[in-house]
């Protein structure tokens, strides 16, 4: 009986055992899908792509290269405008330039993994027809080459790793990469992109790369590969620089495949509002959809997918009930930058040619005739915004006393001292303008802060003329320059220019005005390699109007914000990561770090 | 196995030879008596009676006690099958002069000639009758043998402690016996009513230890590292709504932090040796919440520090800590009804500045940064002498003092077929914001029933469960106390003094706005928890020690959060215009909703077999089968609302709603566990102890782990050398233990073993609809498993002049190796992928714990005094990293073999006193010195080079805030009625740093207002003039509103504070009386304190807090009524 017993103990306690661990232990995940899984419809391929297109390093308003970005708390455009002083961030002093500002690094590899993971699966798949499998890998390789193209443009020539690497346990001296040359990473992308522009065809949804936008990107990498060839120097046997004989060929490459675009017409500049150049330009970025001069573009969506945009810029009146505004704002020299109607220099008239100031009735007289796009890049003081005067003033000039304050509510003789969105309060422009494209109107102050959806133009036509002049002038052709830009200088309402006129400069301040906060300026002044003379030791200025009380009319000041900025020559490349370095001891450093 | 026990108290006495032998169970409480009848088998020849009654004794788990003597000195042979117990004593005593009666709730063993009594009663006969109580508690004590000395006439008292004799001459003696209580001798002395109060003697081995999954060993036998306190050490301290709170400072290793006061936050953290969070088992229940736990439900909490704990394998690598509840006793109903009231009040907070004082530090601080001063000399006079006003923030949000009420009721009983333990508690405490709409509430009920449905067979089932409520206003605590420091003295809490207006402050957070619910709304928060417990017992009949027992418990966890943020204004007064300028607040009105629901089961089967062979060998095995899962789900919704009136979704906006729930990841561990434990002669004890245990975390092939301990102890006091030598008859018990174990832990991410994409990852937009990704996993660790603590622990458990003064000390070290960390480092970022984690790191805990208790009576004064240090230190063994490239770096971060705690930093040598000195002195601002003015910190060039840079940065400190050396010091005694009892608890060796703050190293951040301490800091004579001198203060001079780039603010001494401290955590004074109404027993009337004063050196902060925006700690005091009936 007790053998009975205690054997009938253990069948029930083994079978407990037995019965439940399988169902006990191996709990399934609710949110892991496999690697095959991923190529198993067009919905999956598209959700995959999705996560490709977001790690794209567009730079547009979300984007946070650094992985700490140093306290910025709104993304690149905030670094970029900063670091081309045409806009004064109100928190951030002066940008230190050891190299990791614009770091992209790690995050680059890894879209890159993801997609030679992704392109791997795709010429593996059968299960699609041809002409759909040769579009997806078309994209792919667009965004390898993208994320190519950020890496070389940082850090010069990097390891180029086209197929996906794993860690076995003992291959880590295989894993330790050394650099290719730069001039190496540009043709691959070069190649990458004639392939991606043949695989793909002419149109696309929204959003989505095809045949002209790899092309957009190829002329834009182009000028890069030429510029660098041009007028950089060959260092760390040829890690670094071009040789100059191979300049000529690239920016042929960056003429031909801007030259394409434009020739298939696929693309016109948008021109809706003919009769207000300033409201064209100002609109031209807030409506991407059905926009003919978008080829490409990051979409966003209301509430699940937004920037803060709005919210970090907004005048101090307008900002959102939760508080934030005026983060950066446009300096007078971005002002300055800005040509007459008539072509003559952008030089504002603060003073007479007696060196006395000159005094406006009107404020806005000051800004008289300036190029129409000036008013859709930047909120000047007392222009309108959202049909109400922004009212920035520094102060009143009683007597020749001059009265400022701190405080917003503070009145002299019944008028406030200093306007609503004045310079002196707390939170307000570090220079009296506030930034206006990109910023849209539509948006209640109570929406800002749950998110901006205006979408981020990575490619239009406008760019695409400019790639092509800046091509056409470097090869001496100087008509095709001259067409392409008197292009975009009619749509902007301003004197067009004679081929006899046109030069090498001429489109590259073409290009600093027609792209104020698209991100490119930067990157344009690093390729010419001006940075280290234009931006070293560099100050930004403010624009303060002042009130005569006596004469009921304005006076200007321009002051120094800040501190002098800093361009080392060393920073045209980035540091690579220095624990980078200490991993893999094939890869060199740039030098200076 | 608790309920395998003989849970009766067996009393033997012998009136003739006044000598007694008991068989005490392994009970604590004197007064839990019940009656079991384990079956018993015997198989004895010639065997003594001593040896009969051993047997039976270890197979109830009993331990026997008898002086020799006692014992009628003859051989028994006796056969015995599966007899109960009470039948078993009664033919092992046939024969005897001793007969064994079973009346009411104790079974009593009497000589035969003394039942006679009634016989001998004579007719001039008086009546002498009283009661005979507890001398410390004051409890009535039934069952007392009351004697006439030098006669067999007796009696004992009934269930309400009373008596009556009656005896021949009203000059004669009685005397009042009782085990386990001190026997007293009275000369009646012409009196008829006499009450008496008894005092216990402490019985070495009365204490009983549990365990894991319920084993009960009584202390003296424990080989493990364990400390316990029992309901009676709670009982009087001060019960401040957390239950944990209570257990501060009272079990050695056991360390309690409290840090916030805001009721209902329960965000108190404890941990056992600095190991971590630990594994709570509440009655079986893995994962109960110790927090919100009733504390009058509470029976015994044992804390088990070493491997001996390995049974609970995978969670036990932290310590585990047991709560037993209390269950009813066979025999009378007992109720019992707790009320208190009470106020708190913050213990210690910093003084925000007022008026005068903002407007001059933030006039110093724009001169001494070269700007012009914002407030005029005139204003600056003006505000010190009160012409202009100043707001104190604080005055016009919070109250002094605020309410809390708690109410608790039990009830418990039984037969000898069920017994039963409810109870039901109420608390309610009230937060300082002045409008009331801070407030907490809590329900708790427990229903705890035992039914003997065989001899054999026991079923349990256990129902308990609370509610909580959080009602916090539209801001945080930590917004509001921000605010507190933050607002602007000089502005008014309403524009214009109109009360209509709130006046507009910076972001909005104007602090009689924020508190108050009206206004920015509120977040309720509902808690509910539901445990149910259903338990068999069986007592195996064909195999003699044999038991099963079977486990099942459900629990549920619901939450339900409602939030509520409406737009609300506040105003400005425009002088100019007369007119009040609305500033709206918040972007819209919004309402979150969110629920989430979840389940744990817990399942186990075991069988437990207790043998003596011999009468000296006693084995003790022990085999179990665990299962956990557990499940959850959850959900929540918010929307925006186009009016702030209708608080609930319905009227909310369609549009730019959302929905949503988390990832919540199903979880399953299943073990099988096993004991075996060896004790010869109770002196040399041995356990070895396992769990294989498997965990759902880990994938295949990866998923289970085997976890061995094994204990050893070695009663020295047993020796013949200590019980043999006179000299040393003081030694009550002396043992030496020693454990050694391996635990694990699964305390990583689920599914690491798994590559593949995560969905959904990054979303974009295309085509104008939005796209969920996937995100890649990276690569997968498909050998990820366990990490593993090998702790050891060595003790010495002593107990002295029969219990006047308990020890017992331990040093323990505690190793884990396979700790989660990622080769990442040395992997090119090129490959794109992190690697997984992996089973890299090490690490070490050690320490020491000492606790000394002693007690002792002083004429009618009753005494105890217990006190406790322990210290522990944590230590890293091994960290991958990438290899430094130089001896430097590995100085600086190689963190492998070095203490977890250390802080780095700057010594301050001193101030700069002037220019000059500045102007001679090392680089330390990497600016030649120009940034600096006097009063600034002057560092220490640490390396000698010149220059004071991130090089000269070395060990200052300790970084941890928690205390690696705590102490706990209870003292307890009791006069004619009158109770006191005290606790002290204190922390040192930690430091915390100022730097992390916004308000305490440096006033007016972010340009808003802050602490009156900073009016003591350098600045110039004539604040106005930077060209007059230096007046010293404490801290340095302050300039602008962004000071972070000054070397003042980088890790230092200055701001490196200690927060050593000793504070009195809980004082209660009672009195205790018996009123006469039928049906009390006892009123107890009593009041209390807790956090009542603190010592310490940390200036500005409560030790305990963390943060400096935390709701404040709290000093309460209560007022209440304890009625027994």
């Known amino acids: 009986m007790k053998k009975v017993i205690l054997y009938l103990s253990t069948v029930v306690f083994v079978g407990i055992v037995g019965v439940s661990c399988n169902k006990v232990l191996n709990v399934k995940p609710q949110n892991i899908v496999t690697g095959s899984q991923i190529l198993s419809s067009k919905k999956s391929v598209q959700a995959e792509l999705a996560t490709l297109y977001s790690q794209m390093p567009l730079e547009d308003f979300n984007f946070h290269a650094h992985n700490t970005y ?129 695989l793909m065809g002419p149109t696309s949804p929204a959003g989505r790369a095809n045949k002209y936008v790899a092309l957009a990107l190829k002329s834009r990498v182009m000028l890069f590969a030429a510029s660098e060839a041009e007028y950089a120097p060959v260092q760390m046997n040829g890690l670094l620089g071009i040789p100059s004989s191979d300049a000529d060929q690239y920016w042929k490459q960056a003429y031909n495949a801007a030259n394409k675009i434009i020739q298939s017409g696929q693309y016109s500049l948008y021109d809706k509002y003919p009769n207000d150049r300033a409201k064209n330009f100002d609109q031209l970025f807030l409506h991407a959809k059905d926009n003919p001069e978008v080829i490409f573009a990051k979409y966003y969506q209301y509430p699940q997918k937004v920037h803060h945009f709005d919210l970090w810029r907004l005048p101090y009146e307008y900002r959102s009930p939760h508080g934030y505004s005026s983060d950066d704002a446009p300096t007078v020299q971005l002002l300055q930058a800005f040509d007459y109607k008539d072509g003559s220099n952008g030089k504002l008239k603060i003073k007479n040619s007696q060196g006395q100031r000159i005094e406006y009735k009107n404020p806005l007289d000051l800004f008289k005739n300036k190029d129409p796009r000036l008013f859709a890049t930047a909120i000047l003081p007392f222009s309108k915004w959202k049909g109400k005067v922004v009212h920035v003033r520094a102060g009143i000039i009683d007597n020749g006393d001059t009265i400022t304050t701190n405080n917003f509510n503070d009145t002299y003789k019944g008028m406030n001292v200093i306007g609503a969105s004045g310079i002196g309060g707390g939170e307000v422009s570090s220079t009296g303008m506030y930034m206006r494209k990109h910023l849209n109107p539509n948006y209640p102050a109570s929406r800002v802060n749950s998110g901006s959806a205006t979408p981020w133009i990575a490619f239009r036509l406008g760019g695409v003329l400019l790639n092509y002049a800046e091509a056409a002038a470097e090869l001496g052709k100087m008509g095709d320059a001259a067409r392409a830009i008197n292009k975009l200088h009619a749509r902007a309402g301003i004197a067009p220019v004679k081929p006899s006129q046109v030069t090498v400069n001429t489109v590259r301040h073409e290009d600093k005005v027609e792209e104020v906060d698209e991100n490119k300026y930067y990157w344009d002044m690093r390729r010419w390699r001006i940075a280290d003379k234009v931006l070293d030791n560099y100050y930004c200025k403010a624009l303060y109007p002042f009130y005569n009380y006596q004469d009921k009319a304005y006076v200007f000041k321009t002051v120094k914000v800040g501190y002098s900025e800093t361009f080392q020559p060393r920073m045209y490349y980035e540091k690579i990561p220095s624990g980078e370095i200490s991993k893999d001891p094939k890869l060199k450093q740039n030098p200076g770090y | 196995m608790c309920f395998l026990l003989l849970s009766g108290n067996l009393i033997a006495q012998s009136s003739h030879h006044k000598k007694t032998f008991a068989f005490y169970t392994k009970k604590q409480d004197r007064g839990v008596l019940r009656k079991s009848n384990p079956a018993i088998n015997l198989n004895l020849k010639n065997a003594t009676l001593g040896q009969a009654l051993q047997m039976i004794a270890d197979q109830a788990e009993a ?166 306190v029992s309901s009676k050490d709670l009982e009087h301290t001060a019960k401040p709504g957390n239950t944990v709170d209570m257990l501060a400072g009272k079990l050695p290793g056991l360390r309690v932090k409290e840090t916030s006061g805001e009721p209902g936050s329960y965000s108190s953290s404890f941990d056992i040796r600095g190991f971590g969070s630990p594994l709570v088992v509440i009655d079986g229940v893995p994962g109960g919440d110790l927090h919100r736990l009733n ?211 910076p972001d909005g957070k104007n602090t009689v706005a924020g508190t108050n619910a009206n206004i920015t709304g509120y977040s309720h928060n509902l808690g509910r928890q539901l445990t149910g417990v259903l338990k068999l017992n069986y007592q195996i009949p064909f195999i003699n020690g044999l038991a099963a027992k079977g486990f099942y418990s459900y629990r549920s966890y619901y939450n339900n959060n409602k939030t509520w943020h409406p737009q609300y204004t506040l105003y400005s007064y425009d002088k100019s215009t007369k007119k009040y300028i609305p500033h709206i607040h918040r972007a819209h009105t919004t309402l979150n909703r969110y629920f989430r629901q979840s389940t744990q089961t817990d399942a186990h089967v075991s069988l437990n077999y207790n043998r003596t062979f011999l009468g000296k060998h006693n084995i003790k095995a022990f085999v179990l089968f665990d299962q956990e899962t557990r499940r959850g789900d959850d959900f929540y919704g918010n929307k925006q609302f186009p009016l702030s009136i209708v608080d609930h979704l319905y009227a909310g906006e369609s549009a730019n709603q959302q929905i949503n729930s988390d990832v919540i990841t199903p979880y399953g561990d299943e073990g099988l566990v096993g004991r075996l434990t060896y004790k010869y002669n109770s002196k040399y004890m041995v356990t070895g102890r396992f769990r294989y245990d498997g965990s759902s975390k880990f994938g295949p092939g990866h998923k289970w782990g085997f976890f061995p301990s094994i204990s050893v102890g070695w009663r020295i006091s047993s020796e013949n050398f200590i019980k043999n030598n006179s000299n040393l008859d003081f030694i009550t018990n002396l043992k030496l233990r020693a454990s050694y174990g391996k635990v694990g832990s699964d305390n990583s991410s689920s599914f690491q073993f798994l590559s593949g994409y995560s969905y959904p990852g990054p979303s974009y937009v295309f085509n104008g609809s939005l796209v969920k990704g996937f995100s890649s996993r990276g690569m997968a660790n498909p050998n990820i498993t366990w990490y593993t603590s090998r702790t050891t622990d060595i003790g010495l458990d002593g107990n002295l002049w029969n219990g006047a003064l308990d020890f017992s000390m331990d040093v323990f070290s505690r190793k884990r190796t396979g700790l989660l960390g990622t080769l990442n480092l040395s992997l090119p970022a090129t490959v794109g992928a992190s690697l997984p984690q992996q089973n890299l790191n090490s690490d070490l805990n050690h320490g020491f714990e000492f606790q000394l208790s002693t007690k002792d009576r002083i004429g009618s004064a009753f005494f105890k005094v217990s006190g406790n240090v322990a210290y522990t230190r944590h230590k890293n063994l091994f960290i991958e990293r990438h290899p430094s490239s130089n001896s430097y770096n590995n100085w600086r971060y190689n963190n492998s073999n070095r203490w977890t705690d250390i802080y780095w930093g700057y010594t301050v040598v001193g101030r700069f006193q002037s220019m000059k000195e500045i102007k001679n002195s090392p680089v330390q601002d990497g600016k030649g ?151 009390v027993q006892s009123i107890r009337l009593f009041a209390n304190g807790y956090n009542i004063f603190t010592w310490t050196g940390l200036k500005n902060l409560d030790p305990e807090r963390v943060g400096e925006y935390a709701y404040t700690i709290q000093k309460r005091f209560d007022v209440g009524v304890n009625f027994k009936f």
């Open chain 1, 70 to 198: 140093h306290g910025y708390t709104n993304g690149w455009l905030e670094v970029l405008s900063g670091l081309t002083m045409e806009n004064k961030d109100h928190n951030i002093n002066s940008i230190p330039g050891d190299g990791t500002w614009l770091e992209w690094w790690n995050q680059g590899y890894s879209s890159v993994r993801q997609i030679n993971k992704f392109i791997a699966s795709v010429k593996k798949s059968k299960k699609f027809s041809k002409q759909q499998l040769d579009q997806w890998l078309g994209e792919a390789l667009f965004i390898r080459a993208y994320d190519y193209f950020g890496l070389v443009k940082r850090y010069g020539g990097i390891p180029l790793i086209t197929h996906v690497q794993n860690y076995t346990g003992n291959n880590l001296t295989k894993l330790q990469v050394p650099r290719n040359k730069e001039k190496k990473i540009y043709d691959f992308i070069s190649t990458e992109l004639d392939s991606a522009a043949t």
């Open chain 2, 63 to 228: 331990s026997l006690y008898y002086k020799t003597g006692v014992l009628p000195d003859k051989k028994i042979t006796i056969h015995l099958k599966a007899v109960p117990f009470s039948k078993a004593l009664q033919k092992v005593l046939a024969g005897t002069s001793l007969k064994v009666t079973i009346s009411g709730r104790s079974i009593m063993l009497q000589k035969r000639q003394i039942t006679a009594r009634k016989l001998a009663k004579a007719p001039e006969q008086q009546t002498v009758s009283g009661t005979v109580r507890d001398d410390s508690t004051g409890n009535p004590l039934p069952g007392v043998n009351i004697k006439v000395k030098g006669t067999t006439n007796g009696t004992s008292s009934n269930g309400k402690g009373h008596y009556s004799l009656d005896v021949s001459s009203l000059q004669d003696t009685l005397i009042f016996s009782y085990i386990g209580y001190r026997t007293r001798t009275v000369p009646i002395n012409g009196r008829t009513k006499i009450n008496i109060s008894m005092r216990s003697q402490t019985l070495v081995g009365q204490q009983m230890v549990v365990t894991g999954y319920g084993a009960a060993e009584s202390k003296q036998d424990i080989t493990g590292s364990v400390s316990s």
């Open chain 2, 295 to 505: 504390p009058n439900d509470i029976k015994s909490i044992n804390v088990i520090k070493d491997a001996t704990g390995a049974e609970y394998g995978v969670r036990a690598a932290n310590g585990v800590i047991i709560v037993t509840t209390k269950q009813g006793q066979e025999g009378q109903v007992h109720l019992n009804l707790r009320s208190t009231y009470g106020w708190s009040t913050p213990t210690s907070a910093p003084t925000p500045m007022n008026a005068y004082q903002y407007a001059s530090v933030k006039d110093g601080a724009l001169v001494n940064a070269g700007n012009p001063p914002a407030f005029s000399k005139k204003q600056l006079q003006q505000y010190k002498n009160g012409t202009l006003p100043s707001t104190n923030w604080e005055a016009a949000a919070m109250r002094k003092y605020a309410p809390q009420y708690q109410e608790q009721f039990s009830a418990s009983g039984g037969s000898d077929k069920v017994n039963y333990f409810l109870s039901l508690e109420y608390l309610k405490q009230q937060g300082r914001y002045k409008s009331g709409d801070l407030n907490h509430k809590r329900v708790n009920f427990r229903s705890n029933v035992t039914a003997h449905i065989t001899d054999n067979l026991k079923t349990s089932l256990m129902v308990s469960g609370h509610q909580d409520q959080q009602n916090t206003p539209g801001h945080s605590a930590y917004v509001v106390n921000r605010g507190l420091y933050w607002n602007y003295p000089t502005r008014p809490v309403y524009a214009n003094n109109n009360h209509n207006y709130l006046q507009q402050v």
């Open chain 2, 929 to 1079: 010195n120009t940034t600096l003015m006097p009063g600034d910190f002057k560092y220490k060039d640490y390396n000698g080079d010149g220059v004071i840079n991130y090089k000269d940065m070395h060990p200052i400190g300790r970084s941890d805030t928690n205390p690696e050396m705590t102490f706990g010091l209870t003292l307890s005694g009791n006069w004619k009625g009158f109770d006191l009892s005290a606790d002290f608890q204190g922390g040192a060796l930690s430091n915390i740093s100022y730097l992390g703050s916004e308000q305490l190293v440096q006033p007016l951040p972010f340009g808003r207002s802050g602490l009156a301490q900073f009016t003591n800091r350098w600045h110039h004579k004539n604040i106005l003039d930077p060209s007059s001198p230096w007046v010293k203060g404490y801290y340095p001079p302050n300039r602008g509103i962004h000071n972070s780039g000054s070397p003042n603010y980088q890790p230092n001494t200055f701001w490196l504070q200690s927060t050593n401290y000793v504070r009195l955590k809980s004082l209660e004074i009672g009195y205790t009386f018996t009123p006469h109404v039928s049906g």
